[in-house]
């Protein structure tokens, strides 16, 4: 069975530092992984996802994400916080059947 | 937001009480899920759908049913709803690939008192 396992609860970072969610998976056919997030009393949104083609992705909002099959990680990157990327943020995996588990999320607080 | 609303958007009921949740999407997709919602545990999977009148359980499915009579609705029925029920669900879509993204809509605040 998949999983997915956010290596932190919480995250936070001063505006204008970078960002680093981290994000390990666990899967027994080549995965498709995503993140979303999540900003308060709203839905989920997507900002990026992985299936099987470049290792390095780029998503909205700044952010990309890394694929690493030898580390079985899918980190989240943004070179410089902003205010309004406070949120949560969930990395997923997905199967061949379309499967999604997520993790249990990481709330980002970005200080001014 | 993939033409996507969920109603009610909030609601409180009593122990015992049937509810019924419902999703409507507008861009034919195929596939819809329902998830809940808890702190500390991200999204999990209730049910899914994969066609008019298909439809499978997911990860966390006991004390829920759902139906889908047409393409664009899908329900969620707590038939006696209990305190652990109390959540927020989300329903969710996509089109055809299993490589495909799944679309969110904007989630129902259930508080079972």
């Known amino acids: 069975a998949q999983s997915v396992t956010q290596l932190d609860s919480h995250v936070s970072v001063s505006e204008g530092t970078p960002v680093l969610l981290r994000c390990n998976y666990s899967?027994?056919?080549?995965?498709?992984l995503f993140w979303y997030v999540q900003h308060p009393n709203k839905g989920l949104q997507l900002l990026l996802k992985?299936?099987?083609?470049?290792?390095l992705v780029k998503g909205i909002n700044g952010f990309e994400a890394e694929f690493k099959k030898s580390e079985t990680s899918f980190h989240l990157t943004k070179p410089s916080a902003h205010m309004s990327d406070a949120a949560e943020y969930f990395c997923?995996?997905?199967?061949?059947?379309?499967?999604?588990?997520f993790g249990a999320g990481t709330r980002l607080t970005v200080k001014p | 937001d993939a033409g996507i609303t969920q109603s009610p958007r909030h609601k409180v009921t009593e122990t015992g009480t049937p509810v019924t949740l419902r999703c409507h999407q507008t861009e034919n997709h195929r596939y819809m899920y329902w998830y809940r919602q808890d702190p500390g545990h991200g999204l999990r999977l209730i049910h899914y759908?994969?066609?008019?009148?298909?439809?499978d359980k997911g990860e966390v499915s006991d004390g829920y049913s759902v139906s889908r009579s047409k393409t664009e609705d899908f329900l969620l029925t707590l038939e006696s709803a209990t305190s652990s029920q109390t959540s927020v669900y989300f329903c969710?879509?996509?089109?055809?690939?299993?490589?495909?993204?799944?679309?969110f809509g904007p989630g129902t605040r259930l508080t079972v008192l």
């Open positions: 899967s027994s056919y080549s995965p498709s």
């Open positions: 997923v995996v997905s199967d061949l059947n379309n499967d999604m588990r």
């Open positions: 969710a879509v996509r089109q055809g690939t299993s490589t495909d993204t799944q679309y």
């Open positions: 759908s994969y066609g008019v009148k298909d439809t």
């Open positions: 992985y299936t099987s083609a470049a290792t």
